[in-house]
C-alpha cells in the first residue's frame, strides 16, 4: 500500500489489508496490530523481521477494522479472539513452529493465544496497556454511563494534523490515526477483552519479550511494573526504550525495538532473559 494513501477520510476508512511474507519456511510468525489500527503500522517491523529471520511473517487484519466505524461497532472482543486463534491453528498445519507478537491491544491477542495454544514457541509483547493514566482509568470505569451521553470519542492529533504519540515529527504525518473518532462500544470491547487477558497473566510461564517506552502516554510504563510482578520466570525480558511514545514501531527507537525481537526469536536455547 503506497504510503500516500494513509489518510483519515470520515466514516469510511483508507483501504487496507492483511500483510504476508512467504516464502515457504519452516517457522511462522504471527503479528497483531493494535485496537483501530491496521497491519500497515507493523509493516516496517514484519519486513524487518521477514528479511533477518528464518521465519514467514504474517500481519492479519482484525475483524472490523477494514472499512467503516460501524463495521468495528459491531465486533465482539471473542471475535478477535477467535480470529487470532483460527490462523494459528490453519498456520500450525504448514508450520513446524509458531511464534507470536502483537502491539498494544495486539499483545493481549499474541499472550491469550499463547495460553490457549501451548505449541506456540514464544511471544512478544510491545506497549501492552494492562495499565493507564489516571484519566483514562476512569474513563473506562465510568464508560456504561459515558456511552448513554454520547457514541464516539474523537482522537486527538498534534498542531500539525499528525499522531501524537509518535514523537518522530517525519512519522507522525506518515502514520496517522486510523478512524477520526472511535466507537465508545468498541473501546468498551476492548476493555473486556484487556480485563480477561489481565486477570490470566499469573498463568503465564512462557518465553516472554515485553517492550515498553519510558514516555507512553497511553500504555504507562506502570505496566513494566505489573508485569514484573506475574512474569519471575527466567524466560521473561523487558526492555525500556527512551526516545518513542506509544507507536514504538514506527518511532524513534523502531531500529532498538526490532533488534530486539529478533534477538529474542533467534535464540533457540532460551538464554535470553533477564
Same mark, same amino acid.
Given at each position: 500500500?503506497?504510503?500516500? +494513501?494513509?489518510?483519515?477520510?470520515?466514516?469510511?476508512?483508507?483501504?487496507?489489508?492483511?500483510?504476508?511474507?512467504?516464502?515457504?519456511?519452516?517457522? /511462522?510468525?504471527? #503479528?497483531?496490530?493494535?485496537?483501530?489500527?491496521? %497491519?500497515?503500522?507493523?509493516?516496517?517491523?514484519?519486513?524487518?523481521?521477514? *528479511?533477518?529471520?528464518? /521465519?514467514? &511473517?504474517?500481519?492479519? $487484519?482484525?475483524?472490523?477494522?477494514?472499512?467503516? $466505524? +460501524?463495521?468495528?461497532?459491531?465486533?465482539?472482543?471473542?471475535?478477535?479472539?477467535? *480470529? +487470532? !486463534?483460527? #490462523?494459528?491453528?490453519?498456520?500450525?498445519?504448514?508450520?513446524?513452529r509458531i511464534d507470536v507478537a502483537g502491539f498494544s491491544m495486539g499483545s493481549f491477542l499474541a499472550l491469550n493465544a499463547r495460553l490457549?495454544?501451548?505449541?506456540?514457541?514464544? /511471544?512478544?509483547?510491545?506497549? %501492552?496497556?494492562?495499565?493507564?493514566?489516571?484519566?483514562?482509568?476512569?474513563?473506562?470505569?465510568?464508560?456504561? &454511563?459515558?456511552?448513554?451521553?454520547?457514541?464516539?470519542?474523537?482522537?486527538? $492529533?498534534?498542531? *500539525?494534523?499528525?499522531?501524537?504519540?509518535?514523537?518522530?515529527?517525519?512519522?507522525?504525518?506518515?502514520?496517522? %490515526?486510523?478512524?477520526?473518532? !472511535?466507537?465508545?462500544?468498541?473501546? !468498551?470491547?476492548?476493555?473486556?477483552?484487556?480485563?480477561?487477558?489481565?486477570?490470566?497473566?499469573?498463568?503465564?510461564?512462557?518465553?516472554?519479550? +515485553?517492550?515498553?517506552?519510558?514516555?507512553?502516554?497511553? /500504555?504507562?510504563?506502570?505496566?513494566?511494573?505489573?508485569?514484573?510482578?506475574?512474569?519471575k520466570h527466567n524466560y521473561y525480558r523487558s526492555v525500556t526504550v527512551v526516545r518513542s511514545g506509544h507507536m514504538i514501531p &514506527?518511532?524513534?527507537?523502531?531500529?532498538? $525495538?526490532?533488534?530486539?525481537?529478533? *534477538?529474542?526469536?533467534?535464540?533457540?536455547?532460551?538464554?535470553?532473559?533477564?
Open positions: 500500500m503506497s504510503r500516500k +494513501a494513509l489518510k483519515m477520510t470520515g466514516m469510511s476508512i483508507r483501504k487496507t489489508e492483511d500483510l504476508c511474507f512467504v516464502k515457504g519456511r519452516p517457522r /511462522a510468525l504471527i #503479528l497483531f496490530h493494535g485496537f483501530s489500527d491496521e %497491519p500497515e503500522t507493523l509493516r516496517p517491523l514484519a519486513e524487518y523481521l521477514f *528479511q533477518h529471520l528464518d /521465519a514467514d &511473517v504474517y500481519v492479519p $487484519l482484525l475483524s472490523g477494522h477494514g472499512n467503516t $466505524l +460501524a463495521d468495528l461497532e459491531k465486533v465482539h472482543f471473542k471475535e478477535w479472539i477467535t *480470529q +487470532a !486463534e483460527k #490462523l494459528i491453528k490453519q498456520l500450525k498445519e504448514t508450520y513446524a490457549e495454544i501451548p505449541s506456540i514457541q514464544k /511471544a512478544v509483547i510491545i506497549a %501492552p496497556p494492562f495499565v493507564f493514566p489516571p484519566g483514562r482509568s476512569s474513563a473506562l470505569f465510568f464508560l456504561p &454511563v459515558i456511552r448513554l451521553l454520547k457514541k464516539y470519542k474523537r482522537k486527538r $492529533l498534534d498542531e *500539525q494534523g499528525g499522531n501524537r504519540h509518535i514523537y518522530e515529527k517525519k512519522q507522525r504525518l506518515i502514520y496517522l %490515526p486510523r478512524f477520526k473518532k !472511535e466507537p465508545l462500544k468498541s473501546i !468498551e470491547e476492548f476493555n473486556h477483552l484487556r480485563k480477561k487477558v489481565k486477570k490470566r497473566l499469573k498463568k503465564i510461564d512462557f518465553p516472554v519479550l +515485553a517492550i515498553f517506552a519510558l514516555d507512553d502516554r497511553v /500504555a504507562v510504563i506502570r505496566n513494566r511494573i505489573l508485569l514484573s510482578r506475574f512474569f &514506527v518511532d524513534y527507537d523502531r531500529f532498538i $525495538l526490532f533488534d530486539e525481537i529478533k *534477538q529474542f526469536l533467534q535464540d533457540n536455547e532460551g538464554r535470553y532473559h533477564g
